[in-house]
């Protein structure tokens, strides 16, 4: 007589970044996975990222506002991409609460609240840029 088995693996879904054992965690991957596509479609695909684009995106921003023989544009866009990883966790944490702060209001807090976070010249940029625009 054979019994079906299933053994169980760890299974990593390239949609959502999320790590989890088959068969075990399946439903509650699938639910993670659906509200991850539809803050997708609510917020776009450049907002809603998974742990590992996130951290790589912080890790290339960083590399580029520090870079300070680049143009300044450049190292605003760094600086922005960086604060991008961190607005995405947030908006992660929210649970993808469709009334999160805008971006353009989440890098102004920020520059209130950490002054120092980025050199003048790039902080005055990103203040040009986004202090109308929330
Ligand atoms: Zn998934």
Known sequence: MKTKTMKAFAT???????????????KEHAAYCRKLQRARQFFGDDL??????REELKKLG????????????????????????WYARSL??????RKF??????VIK????????????????????YSVAS
């Open 12 to 26: 990593h879904c390239n949609v959502c970044g999320y790590n989890y054992i088959f068969p075990q965690d399946r």
């Open 48 to 53: 809603v990222l998974t742990y590992h684009q």
């Open 62 to 85: 960083r590399s580029i506002w520090q870079n300070e023989s680049l143009p300044l544009g450049e190292r605003v866009d760094g600086a922005l991409m960086e604060i991008t990883g």
């Open 92 to 97: 992660a944490e929210s649970g993808y609460n």
């Open 101 to 106: 702060e805008s971006f353009g209001k989440y």
């Open 110 to 129: 920020l520059l209130r609240s950490s002054p120092r976070l980025y050199p003048a010249e790039i902080c005055a940029e990103l203040q040009k840029i």
